[in-house]
């Protein structure tokens, strides 16, 4: 509305240029030539339509006149409606300039909001009664009303609607003692099927490769579990929950064996590989850094690349969950002094004839 309003007092202003020159002769045959052509749209338009714009012009030019000089000028609208639109600016420009007084309670300030919200976030079973007791517990005085005001703003449903738990929370609150396993396919070059065992560590995202057949047999799979579990023994692992699919390779007796050695084996749900979405991801990513770029000739060369592959995902690889460290090795200090900066030393490393490629600095 502004822009138009500044273009319309633009056009009127060198209307009223071109006027001076005008002799008032001119301006009466123009005056009366306008009136008809007034009385010519009035017989053909039931009502005009005027914009805030429209409004805010004609207010502006005619408000000058006496009521009685507006009476006898032929407009599209009646006088006083001319005279209402020029009051009407004048009570929208006073509002603007005026600050209205705030009514009601002062607002609640930002960080007692913050520690609000924190709580009901963190806490899936505390309703607004348990978060407006613990700001009273720590001093902080405020209505329960006020707590229940400020999760309805922030769309926060109320405690019973918070305390289901997602599987995606329970993976997160239970990593440090998941494992996830699974089966996935690969195919030689003379097309015979292989089958590879993988398992990974959700808090530390370590893989292990446990195998590669052409025939996943019973007595394969759970002589697999069986180097899995003096695997995690000697590394000292605390996981007590292992996840997988329900492939029927995974038999009964290899959920007994690790039901014996303490770990409780979950499946997923028909067709939800998300639940185990870990895993499907490591296989994603090994498919595509490494199988999708390598000819693999037999069984033998498969188990050398898998190898490979564990040895640069474990030690070298970055994690975004790591804060791209990898499993194996910690992030250095990073490198403050400006001179190493302008000068670095970086060696390419090849593995695989130069599959993967790991870059450090040189010795």
């Known amino acids: 509305m502004l822009l138009r309003l500044a273009h319309l007092t633009a056009t009127n202003a060198l209307a009223l240029l071109r006027l001076l020159p005008m002799s ?4 009466d045959i123009e005056i009366l030539a306008l009136r008809h052509q007034l009385l010519v749209l009035q017989r053909q338009v039931g009502r005009p339509v005027f914009a805030d714009t429209d409004r805010a012009v004609l207010a502006g030019l005619l408000h000058h006149l006496p009521a009685a000089k507006l009476r006898h000028l032929l407009l599209l609208v009646r006088p006083d409606t001319v005279l209402r639109w020029h009051r009407d600016l004048l009570n929208r ?3 603007a300039t005026c600050v209205p007084k705030r009514r009601g309670r002062p607002p609640t300030v930002r960080s007692v909001r913050a520690l609000v919200l924190r709580p009901a976030r963190e806490n899936s079973s505390w309703g607004y009664r348990r978060i407006h007791g613990e700001l009273a517990a720590l001093g902080i005085k405020t209505a329960a009303s006020t707590v229940w005001e400020i999760l309805r703003e922030h769309g926060i449903p109320p405690a019973p609607e918070r305390q289901s738990t997602t599987w995606a929370d329970f993976l997160r609150g239970q990593a440090e003692a998941l ?3 699974d089966l996935f396919e690969v195919r030689t070059l003379t097309g015979a099927r292989l089958y590879v065992c993988a398992v990974i560590e959700h808090a530390t995202r370590r893989v292990r490769i446990l195998g590669a057949s052409a025939h996943p047999t019973e007595d394969w799979i759970v002589q697999l579990g069986r ?3 003096m695997d995690l023994q000697d590394a000292g692992s605390r996981a007590g929950l292992l996840i997988r699919d329900r492939d029927s390779k995974f038999t009964a007796a290899f959920d007994a064996l690790m039901s014996d050695a303490g770990l409780k084996v979950v499946t ?3 067709r939800i590989p998300r639940m185990n979405s870990l895993i499907e991801r ?3 990513t090994c498919r595509r850094e490494l199988l999708d770029r390598t000819l693999i000739w037999n069984q033998s060369h498969l188990l050398h690349a898998l190898r490979e592959f564990e040895d640069f995902y474990n030690g070298h690889r970055p994690h975004r969950t790591l804060k791209q460290a990898a499993p194996f090795n910690p992030l250095p200090e990073p490198i403050h002094v400006p001179a190493q900066v302008r000068h670095l030393d970086i060696h390419r490393r ?3 004839g130069g599959t993967l490629h790991e870059y450090q600095h040189a010795a």
Request: a positive charge; hydrophobic letters at 40%.
């Open 24 to 27: 008032d002769r001119d301006k």
């Open 179 to 181: 494992l996830a396993c």
């Open 227 to 229: 180097n899995l579990l």
């Open 93 to 95: 420009r006073h509002a």
């Open 282 to 284: 490591w296989i994603q």
């Open 268 to 270: 997923t749900g028909i």
């Open 350 to 352: 090849d593995r695989l």
